[in-house]
């Protein structure tokens, strides 16, 4: 099999990436540091070219067609051992970390299990960075600052281990075959472990209806007195939706109630 034969997978996500601005401006994006990079996704190895030129890569592909074209097209740089590709499903290999080293992750990711991939991402202790192209839609929920409409548990989950911020923009005719919706690429640096299990809970309950206020979402599950006691401590009106209140604000809720 040769590169001009593949025939994209719609069932593996793929939509490879052919605009060379775009995949220089995921390179120049990357964080400077000496972390390894895993690519989740390599499919043909356009972005996966530029990434072994800089740094040494660990790459994860599902597809054993598109393993195999990547064995071939790599040979030199897997024997110099710039580039590993673990062949099978991502999820499946990735334990409490993806590697035993640190890494940056930088892919453009099937958006099927985009959202997944970075959830296991920001509790991997390994994983330091992540750089990645998803649906546009995504992208926004994750990099979202409170006060925004798209603000909710994943740019609060987010902006609490680092900092999200989006890069670029990216129009579906810079992909073969065009997926249907505009993408993004955006960065997230961890500088703290993801949050405990029992906050991203609560996050849940405070968001089960958006447009609701958030004390009536949370009396769902918690005492409404306690609640009560804590919107006061903490200055939020008893008629504030989810979406208005800061990240800050709700480790503080978390706290108390
Ligand atoms: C959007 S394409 C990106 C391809 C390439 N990196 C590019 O930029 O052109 C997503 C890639 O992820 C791979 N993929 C899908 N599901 C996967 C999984 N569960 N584990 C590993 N790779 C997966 C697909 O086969 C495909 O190569």
């Given at each position: 099999?040769?590169?001009?034969?593949?025939?994209?997978?719609?069932?593996?996500?793929?939509?490879?990436?052919?605009?060379?601005?775009?995949?220089?401006?995921?390179?120049?994006?990357?964080?400077?540091?000496?972390?390894?990079?895993?690519?989740?996704?390599?499919?043909?190895?356009?972005?996966?070219?530029?990434?072994?030129?800089?740094?040494?890569?660990?790459?994860?592909?599902?597809?054993?067609?598109?393993?195999?074209?990547?064995?071939?097209?790599?040979?030199?740089?897997?024997?110099?051992?710039?580039?590993?590709?673990?062949?099978?499903?991502?999820?499946?290999?990735?334990?409490?970390?993806?590697?035993?080293?640190?890494?940056?992750?930088?892919?453009?990711?099937?958006?099927?299990?985009?959202?997944?991939?970075?959830?296991?991402?920001?509790?991997?202790?390994?994983?330091?960075?992540?750089?990645?192209?998803?649906?546009?839609?995504?992208?926004?929920?994750?990099?979202?600052?409170?006060?925004?409409?798209?603000?909710?548990?994943?740019?609060?989950?987010?902006?609490?281990?680092?900092?999200?911020?989006?890069?670029?923009?990216?129009?579906?005719?810079?992909?073969?075959?065009?997926?249907?919706?505009?993408?993004?690429?955006?960065?997230?640096?961890?500088?703290?472990?993801?949050?405990?299990?029992?906050?991203?809970?609560?996050?849940?309950?405070?968001?089960?209806?958006?447009?609701?206020?958030l004390m009536k979402?949370l009396s769902s599950k918690y005492e409404k007195v306690t609640l009560q006691e804590a919107f006061e401590k903490l200055?939020l009106?008893l008629?504030?939706?989810?979406?208005?209140?800061?990240?800050?604000?709700?480790?503080?809720l978390?706290?108390i109630i």
């Amino acid at each position: 099999m040769n590169r001009e034969s593949v025939v994209a997978k719609k069932k593996f996500g793929q939509n490879f990436l052919k605009d060379e601005s775009i995949l220089r401006k995921i390179v120049e994006a990357m964080p400077k540091n000496d972390n390894k990079v895993v690519e989740i996704g390599p499919g043909l190895g356009d972005l996966t070219k530029f990434l072994v030129d800089v740094k040494s890569v660990e790459a994860f592909e599902v597809d054993t067609d598109l393993c195999k074209l990547l064995q071939t097209t790599f040979k030199e740089e897997i024997a110099t051992k710039r580039l590993h590709i673990h062949c099978g499903d991502v999820l499946e290999a990735w334990k409490n970390t993806l590697i035993d080293e640190p890494y940056d992750l930088v892919a453009n990711l099937p958006y099927y299990i985009a959202t997944n991939i970075i959830l296991k991402a920001l509790a991997d202790p390994m994983c330091k960075n992540i750089l990645v192209m998803v649906q546009l839609e995504v992208a926004e929920k994750f990099c979202a600052e409170s006060g925004e409409k798209v603000f909710g548990s994943l740019g609060i989950i987010a902006q609490s281990v680092g900092d999200a911020r989006l890069i670029v923009k990216v129009p579906p005719t810079a992909f073969d075959p065009q997926p249907k919706v505009d993408s993004a690429v955006f960065l997230i640096q961890k500088s703290r472990d993801r949050s405990e299990k029992e906050f991203e809970d609560m996050l849940r309950v405070a968001f089960t209806q958006p447009r609701k206020t958030l004390m009536k979402n949370l009396s769902s599950k918690y005492e409404k007195v306690t609640l009560q006691e804590a919107f006061e401590k903490l200055g939020l009106t008893l008629t504030i939706r989810p979406h208005q209140v800061s990240t800050k604000d709700y480790h503080q809720l978390y706290k108390i109630i």
